[in-house]
C-alpha cells in the first residue's frame, strides 16, 4: 500500500476493482465502512460477479475478466478530454512534460523495438530525450507533440466509452457514472483510494493493470495524499514482509536486485542501478544504492566481504533468467531438477496446470515439504481416485515431511499490507515433533555447511565464509534476526558534514539507513527495515495507539517501513509552496525551515519546497511516471491485450493484428503452447477467487471451516443455467484444455451475461479451496483447469482469466 488501512477511513471515494475486499480482507474493510459512516464516502465496485463487497457498495458495474486495462484506460481519457485532472499537481510532480525520443512510435498494438521470435522488446526508444546538459528535455507548455502528456492522450484517445463498452460489456452509462464520480475527486479537496488485489495481479498483463490504476489515480492528484493511494491488499498476513526480504528469485532483501549473468563487474552493477538524476537538483534517492547493497552484504559475510573482494560480490549468483514458480515448474518437468523444497507452499494446489505439475514432481529425485499439515503436494504421489490419478508404483521421488509449528506457535514480526511491521508473541508451543522454521532452516544450513567443509566442492567460499553469529547456531532466535536486518555500526558512525560528531558508536544499532555507508563500517540484512530495531529497542513492539493530529497515523504503533512513514510520497500533499492542498487532511507542511505534521516526511527534511526537488524522490527524475521508460516489459503505456484464453480470438483495439491478440511480450514455454483452448471449444469465460470461510487449501483441515464450505461449488448465471439446463444442486462438469473438475451448481443472480463486441459472453465462478486432503468433502483441484502463462513482468499465473466449458454431469 501507499497509504495504510486506517487511512482508509480518510477518503471520500473508494474503488475497489480487482479485489473483494469485504471477503478477502474483512477485518481491513472495516476501514471503508469507517468511511462510510463518517465521511459519507462512497464505494464503486468493479467486478465480473457482484461480490460480497458489492453488496455493500453504493454503486455496482460488472466487467469481463481481464479488461481492466480498456477500463481504466477509457477513465483516463475521460479525464483528459473533459480536462478533469488535478492541474497543479499533474503539471509539477508528474513527467507529463517530458519529452520522449523522436524514434519511439506505436503501431497497431506494438510499441517500437519489438522482436517477435524473442517475444520481446529493445527498450532503447523508451526514453526521453537528452539535452546538452545531459538531463532530460521538458516542454512546461505541454504543447510539444512529443512530450509524455501529448503522446498519453493520443494513446487514450481510442479508448472511447463506446469501445470500452464492447470490451468490457460495462454499459455505457454506468462506465460514465463511475468516470464522473471518479472526476469529482480531481479537485484538491476530495481523494479517492483504490484498493485492488488478485483481480488485478493475476493476468497475463496484470502489472499493467495496476499502472492504469496509478495512472488515474496521478491525474486526479491522489498519490501521496491521505485519503488517496494506490493500496494493494497484500495475501498471507506475511507476504509483504516475504517480498520485503527479497524472497523472489530475482530479488536481494529490500528491493534490491540480483545480478544478472552478464553483470559482472561490481562497479558496473551498482553504477547501473545507482541512477543519477534526470532533472537538474532532484534526490533519485537510489544514488545510495552502493550503501545498501554494501550493508547487505556486510551482513551476510560479515569480515569476509572486504573492500578488496568488492565486499563478495562474487558470492552472489548471477541470474541467467528468472526463477518463478511457472519457470521453477517448467525445469521440473523437463527433468532438470534434482530437488525441491516447499515450505510453506502447496504447489500442487495453488499453481496453475496440474496435470503438468504433478508428473513434474514426479520426476524429482526429492522434494522436502515443511508444513504443519499434510498437503495435497505432500501426496502428489498417492492415488486419490479421480481426483489424483496417479500410479504411485511407478514414482520415485522421495519426499520428506519436516512438520513445522505454525505462525501463532512462534514469535516475531509480520508485515501488513499497510507496510507495518508488528510484532507478536507465541500463543502455544507446537504439537508433537514439530520445529519452527527457523530451527530447521538452521539445521539443514549447518549440516550443508558441515557437507561443504567435509567435501569441498564446487566454490564453496559463499557456503564457509557466510557469517552465523548466533548465540545458539543450531536455533537462532528471531530477535536475533530482526536486530541484524536493522543493522548496526561495524566501526563509528559520523556525520558527513561534521566528522567529529559521532551518529552511532561501534557495536551499536543504527537508527535509519541514513546511516548506512559504503565502505564496508556499516551492515544491514534489510535497508528498508533499517530502524525498526534500534539503540532504543524492539519498535515493532511498540503499542501506543494515540493519534494526536487526528489523521489516524498513529506512528507509535509498531513501525512501519520507510522510516517509520505512514503514507508515501506525502511530499505530493502539498503544493509548490509547501501548504497541503487540503488542510483538513493535513499530512505534512513546510513551516519556514523544516517539513513536519502527522507523518515522517517523504523528503529531505530541510530542502524548501521551492528549491525545485520534486516530491517523487525515488525516481531519478522526481516527478512520478506515466511514461515508464524501460520498466516494464510491455511498453511505457498499458495497452489493452485478450487474456491468453479469449472469448473473441482477437484483440478489438487491433483485430487485424495477430501479433497482439494478447500480451505479446509475455512469456510462453514451447511445450505449453498447445495447452490454450480456443472459444470454439470452450464458450465461457472463467474466473477463480476465495471464500471468507476458508484460507486457500488449509483450513479443509479444521472441521468447523469444512463444516461450513464442506465441498467445491461453481457459481453460474441463471442466464447460463437455463442454456445447459441445469438447476441449481445439479452436478455439472467444467472443462478447460487442461482438464476437467465436476462439482455442484450454484445458480446465482449475481453473475449475469456480458455483451461483448455483439456477443453474449457467460461468466463461471471457480472459489478455489478444496482438494483431496483434509476433512472436507474430497475434490478435484481448481488449478486443473488453469492456464500455465503468467504476467510478462512478475510472472504471476492467469489465473483470474481463462476458457472452460460448462455442462450437466
Ligand atoms: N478468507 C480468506 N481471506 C484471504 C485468503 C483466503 O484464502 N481466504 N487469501 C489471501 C490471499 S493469499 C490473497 S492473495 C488475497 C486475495 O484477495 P482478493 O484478490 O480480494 O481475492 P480473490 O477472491 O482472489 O479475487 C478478488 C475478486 O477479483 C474478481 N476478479 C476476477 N477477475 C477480475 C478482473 O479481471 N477484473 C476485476 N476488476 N475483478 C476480477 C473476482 O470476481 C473476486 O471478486 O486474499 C487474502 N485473504
Ligand atoms: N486458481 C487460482 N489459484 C491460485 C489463486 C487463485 O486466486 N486462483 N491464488 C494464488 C495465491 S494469491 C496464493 S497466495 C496461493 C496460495 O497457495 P499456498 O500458499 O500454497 O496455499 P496455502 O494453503 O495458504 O499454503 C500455505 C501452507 O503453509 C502452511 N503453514 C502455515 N503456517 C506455517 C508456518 O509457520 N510454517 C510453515 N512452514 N508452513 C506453514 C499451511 O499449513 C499450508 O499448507 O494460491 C495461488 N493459486
Ligand atoms: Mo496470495
Redesign the pocket.
Known amino acids: 500500500m501507499t497509504n495504510h488501512w486506517v487511512d482508509i477511513r480518510n477518503a471520500d471515494l473508494i474503488l475497489v476493482m480487482g479485489g473483494n475486499a469485504a471477503e478477502a480482507h474483512p477485518c481491513g474493510f472495516k476501514w471503508v465502512t469507517e468511511a462510510k459512516a463518517h465521511r459519507k464516502a462512497r464505494l464503486i465496485v468493479v467486478d465480473p460477479r457482484f461480490n460480497r463487497t458489492a453488496s455493500v457498495a453504493d454503486y455496482y458495474v460488472p466487467i469481463r475478466t481481464g479488461t481492466d486495462i480498456a477500463f481504466l484506460g477509457g477513465v483516463i481519457n475521460y479525464l483528459l478530454t473533459n480536462d478533469k485532472i488535478q492541474h497543479e499537481y499533474v503539471k509539477n510532480y508528474t513527467d507529463v512534460s517530458f519529452i520522449v525520443r523522436e524514434d519511439f512510435a506505436f503501431n497497431d498494438g506494438i510499441f517500437s523495438g519489438y522482436n517477435a521470435d524473442k517475444r520481446s522488446y529493445d527498450k532503447t526508444s523508451w526514453d526521453y530525450e537528452r539535452g546538452d546538459d545531459g538531463f532530460a528535455k521538458v516542454d512546461p507548455t505541454l504543447q510539444d507533440p512529443r512530450c509524455v502528456y501529448q503522446l498519453m492522450k493520443k494513446h487514450y484517445s481510442r479508448y472511447t466509452p463506446e469501445q470500452v463498452e464492447k470490451i468490457c460489456g460495462t454499459p455505457k452509462d454506468k462506465f460514465l457514472h463511475v468516470c464522473e464520480m471518479l472526476a469529482a475527486t480531481s479537485v484538491p479537496g476530495r481523494a479517492t483510494t483504490i484498493m485492488y488485489a488478485?483481480g488485478w495481479t493475476?493476468h497475463s498483463i496484470g502489472s499493467q493493470i495496476i499502472r492504469t490504476g496509478a495512472m488515474v489515480q496521478l491525474l486526479l492528484g491522489n498519490i501521496g495524499i491521505a485519503g488517496g493511494g494506490m493500496n494493494a491488499l497484500r495475501?498471507?498476513s506475511n507476504?509483504q514482509g516475504l517480498t520485503d526480504l527479497g524472497l523472489m528469485s530475482n530479488l536481494l532483501p529490500g528491493y534490491m536486485t540480483l545480478p544478472m549473468e552478464a553483470e559482472q563487474d561490481f562497479d558496473a552493477y551498482i553504477a547501473k542501478r545507482a541512477t543519477q538524476p534526470l532533472r537538474p537538483n532532484q534526490l533519485s534517492y537510489w544514488r545510495n544504492y552502493r550503501a545498501f547493497h554494501v550493508s547487505f552484504m556486510k551482513s551476510w559475510w560479515g569480515d569476509k566481504a572486504t573492500a578488496e573482494n568488492n565486499f563478495a560480490f562474487d558470492y552472489l549468483p548471477k541470474l541467467d533468467k528468472s526463477y518463478d514458480l511457472l519457470q521453477v515448474f517448467e525445469l521440473m518437468s523437463q527433468g532438470k531438477m534434482t530437488g525441491y523444497i516447499a515450505?510453506?507452499?502447496?504447489?500442487l494446489?495453488?499453481?496453475?496446470y496440474k496435470s503438468k505439475n504433478g508428473p513434474a514432481l514426479a520426476k524429482l529425485k526429492w522434494l522436502v515439504i515443511?508444513?504443519?499439515?499434510a498437503?495435497e503436494t505432500s501426496e502428489f504421489w498417492k492415488n486419490h481416485g479421480p481426483f489424483n490419478d496417479v500410479d504411485s508404483a511407478s514414482i520415485q521421488t522421495e519426499v520428506f515431511r519436516l512438520p513445522?509449528?505454525?505462525?501463532a506457535e512462534?514469535r516475531g514480526s509480520l508485515v501488513s499490507s499497510s507496510r507495518v511491521l508488528q510484532w507478536h508473541w507465541q500463543g502455544a508451543d507446537g504439537p508433537g515433533e514439530a520445529k519452527s522454521?527457523l530451527e530447521i532452516m538452521a539445521g539443514l544450513w549447518l549440516r550443508i555447511r558441515d557437507a561443504y567443509r567435509k567435501d569441498g566442492g564446487k566454490y564453496p567460499d559463499p557456503i564457509l565464509n557466510m557469517s552465523w553469529p548466533y548465540a545458539k547456531p543450531d536455533s537462532p532466535t528471531p530477535e536475533e534476526i530482526a536486530k541484524e536486518f536493522n543493522g548496526k555500526a561495524l566501526a563509528d558512525v559520523t556525520d558527513p558534514k561534521d566528522p567529529t560528531k559521532v551518529l552511532a558508536k561501534k557495536g551499536e544499532q543504527l537508527a535509519s539507513f541514513a546511516q548506512l555507508r559504503d565502505d564496508g563500517s556499516t551492515s544491514s540484512g534489510c535497508w528498508i527495515f533499517c530502524g525498526s530495531w534500534t539503540q532504543a529497542g524492539n519498535q515493532m513492539g511498540r503499542r501506543d495507539n494515540s493519534d494526536p493530529t487526528g489523521i489516524g497515523n498513529t506512528l507509535n504503533w509498531a513501525w512501519a517501513w520507510p522510516v517509520n512513514r505512514r503514507v508515501l510520497y506525502n511530499r505530493a500533499s502539498c503544493d509548490l509552496n509547501g501548504k497541503p492542498f487540503d488542510p483538513t487532511r493535513k499530512l505534512i507542511a513546510w513551516n519556514g525551515s523544516t517539513w513536519s505534521g502527522a507523518d515522517i516526511p517523504d523528503f529531505k527534511v530541510d530542502e524548501p519546497p521551492d528549491s525545485g526537488m520534486n516530491p517523487f524522490i525515488m525516481n531519478p527524475e522526481g516527478v512520478a511516471r506515466f511514461f515508464a521508460r524501460d520498466a516494464m516489459v510491455e511498453g511505457p503505456f498499458p495497452e489493452h491485450y485478450e487474456p491468453f484464453e479469449t472469448p473473441l480470438g482477437y484483440n478489438p483495439l487491433h483485430p487485424d493484428n495477430k501479433l497482439v491478440v494478447s500480451n505479446p511480450a509475455a512469456r510462453v514455454f514451447p511445450g505449453d503452447k498447445a495447452t490454450f483452448g480456443t472459444h470454439e471449444n470452450f464458450p465461457h469465460t472463467a474466473t477463480?477467487?476465495?471464500l471468507t470461510e476458508h484460507?486457500?487449501?488449509?483450513t479443509k483441515h479444521a472441521k468447523l471451516n469444512a463444516i461450513i464450505q464442506p465441498e467445491q461449488f461453481v457459481e453460474i448465471g441463471e442466464d447460463l443455467a437455463k442454456e445447459i439446463g441445469v438447476v441449481a444442486g445439479d452436478r455439472v462438469k467444467v472443462s478447460s484444455n487442461r482438464g476437467h473438475l465436476i462439482a455442484v451448481a450454484v445458480v446465482t443472480k449475481r453473475i449475469k451475461p456480458l455483451t461483448i463486441e455483439g456477443k453474449k459472453v457467460q461468466t463461471v465462478g471457480l472459489p478455489?479451496h478444496w482438494g483431496f486432503i483434509g476433512l472436507a468433502r474430497p475434490g478435484y483441484l481448481?488449478?486443473t483447469l488453469?492456464p500455465p502463462v503468467g504476467d510478462g513482468n512478475s510472472q504471476t499465473?492467469e489465473?483470474?482469466s481463462f476458457l472452460v466449458k460448462v455442462e450437466k454431469a
Not at 515450505?343 to 504447489?347: A, E, H, L, T, Y
Not at 494446489?349 to 496453475?352: G, R, Y
Not at 513445522?404 to 505462525?407: P, Q, R, V, Y
Request: proline residues 10%; contains cysteine; aromatic residues 16%.
Open positions: 488478485l493475476q495475501g498471507h507476504i515450505q510453506g507452499f502447496n504447489p494446489a495453488a499453481a496453475p515443511m508444513d504443519p499439515l498437503t513445522t509449528t505454525c505462525f512462534e522454521d477463480s477467487y476465495r484460507f486457500h487449501y488449509w478455489i481448481v488449478n488453469t499465473p489465473t483470474k
